[in-house]
């Protein structure tokens, strides 16, 4: 279907999570503060493990990119929100509602494969622990990693290729509080039944996919820590992974809601977009620090260097 250039949308309207004038403070005010804790708890994870020598190990270096994931997943989303609360204007321009839908996907998708990566590297350190160090090499580390980021880029370029070519030429209210493909694809003006299918295909079964791979290595996790004859080597192995199997709870829940179902729109979905990108971002950091012994310690050793660096004041 063509459309003029007189009738193309040139900008959007984000509505956000309440139009209710007390409700936009409310929300102002736990978005701001969960996102200082976001940002304030994945860089302290990030420095503590970069600083100490001791967390120098596959499974932290795992950690500290998911936190700098988290840190992308809110920051892509939430200060744009936060300054249509202040300033009432809820407009983006198309080009940068397109590109928000290319990094948070790319961010999103990749924090998916980072998962499974996790999950893969706890499968190796409890499955097979004499080969661990030469299996999780350095090397073999970082091009993990790097294979997730390239994965994620390839996903959000999946996700903002179709929609960007949609012809858009009004309404153009978008029915949440940061641009994603699915919100975005409803405003177009022509047939969206490939685009809906590729989104599906693309999101869904990802997000699926991942899950699912994760949920396979945690049943052979599971079966080989059961065969520990000794009850604390068994309960150090759980306590190990239940950090992890928590995130992958938070994190893959609210995405197989969204992203595996047809293209309609529940009222809920602007709270559960809110959850994956506000509330978990922030709870992995707090997550992974209460419950592991050995960060605790190295933040509080971080905390010593810097009052000893600092001296009398």
Same mark, same amino acid.
């Given at each position: 279907m063509?459309?003029?250039n007189?009738t193309?949308v040139? =900008?959007f309207i984000?509505l956000g ?7 936009q403070?409310?929300?102002f ?7 200082l804790? #976001?940002?304030v708890?994945?860089?302290l994870?990030?420095?503590?493990i970069?600083v100490?020598? =001791?967390?120098h190990?596959?499974?932290y270096f795992?950690?500290? #990119?998911?936190s ?5 997943v !809110?920051?892509?989303a ?5 300054f249509?609360f202040?300033?009432q204007?809820?407009?983006?321009s198309?080009?940068d ?11 999103e998708?990749?924090?998916c494969f980072?998962?499974?990566l996790m999950a893969?590297d706890r499968y190796v ?6 080969r661990?160090t030469t299996i ?11 294979s997730?980021w390239?994965g ?11 929609v ?7 309404p153009n209210?978008?029915k #949440?509080f940061?641009c994603?493909?699915?919100?975005l694809?409803l ?7 490939l ?5 599906m295909i693309?999101?869904?079964i ?6 699912l791979v994760?949920?396979? !290595?945690?049943?052979?996790i599971i079966?080989t820590?059961?065969?520990i @004859?000794?009850?604390?080597g068994r ?8 950090s992890h199997v928590l ?5 893959f829940?609210p995405l197989v809601?969204?992203y595996? @179902?047809?293209?309609v ?6 709270m559960?977009?809110g959850?994956y990108?506000?509330v978990?971002?922030?709870?992995n ?5 209460? @419950?592991?012994?050995k960060?605790k310690?190295a933040m509080k @050793?971080?905390?010593g260097?810097k009052? #000893?660096?600092?001296?009398p004041?």
């Amino acid at each position: 279907m063509a459309v003029s250039n007189e009738t193309r949308v040139t =900008q959007f309207i984000l509505l956000g999570l309440t139009n209710d004038p007390d409700l936009q403070i409310i929300f102002f005010v736990l978005c701001l503060v969960m996102y200082l804790l #976001n940002v304030v708890g994945n860089l302290l994870i990030i420095i503590t493990i970069y600083v100490d020598s =001791q967390l120098h190990s596959p499974m932290y270096f795992f950690l500290s #990119n998911l936190s700098l994931l988290d840190l992308g997943v !809110s920051t892509l989303a939430v200060p744009k929100s936060l300054f249509n609360f202040i300033l009432q204007s809820k407009t983006i321009s198309f080009s940068d509602c397109i590109s928000q839908v290319f990094f948070f996907h790319f961010v999103e998708g990749a924090e998916c494969f980072h998962l499974v990566l996790m999950a893969y590297d706890r499968y190796v350190a409890i499955y097979n622990p004499l080969r661990y160090t030469t299996i999780m090499n350095r090397r073999a580390c970082l091009l993990l990693v790097v294979s997730t980021w390239v994965g994620g880029f390839i996903h959000g370029l999946a996700q903002s290729i179709p929609v960007v070519h949609l012809p858009y030429c009004g309404p153009n209210e978008i029915k #949440n509080f940061f641009c994603d493909a699915h919100p975005l694809s409803l405003l177009a003006c022509s047939s969206t039944f490939l685009t809906e299918i590729t989104d599906m295909i693309n999101s869904g079964i990802l997000t699926l996919g991942c899950f699912l791979v994760v949920f396979i !290595s945690y049943v052979y996790i599971i079966s080989t820590v059961l065969k520990i @004859r000794s009850a604390e080597g068994r309960q150090k192995a759980f306590s190990t992974c239940a950090s992890h199997v928590l995130v992958v709870v938070l994190f893959f829940g609210p995405l197989v809601f969204m992203y595996m @179902r047809p293209s309609v729109t529940f009222s809920g979905d602007k709270m559960v977009a809110g959850f994956y990108t506000v509330v978990t971002p922030v709870l992995n950091p707090f997550i992974y620090t209460l @419950r592991n012994e050995k960060m605790k310690k190295a933040m509080k @050793r971080l905390v010593g260097r810097k009052k #000893n660096f600092l001296g009398p004041l």
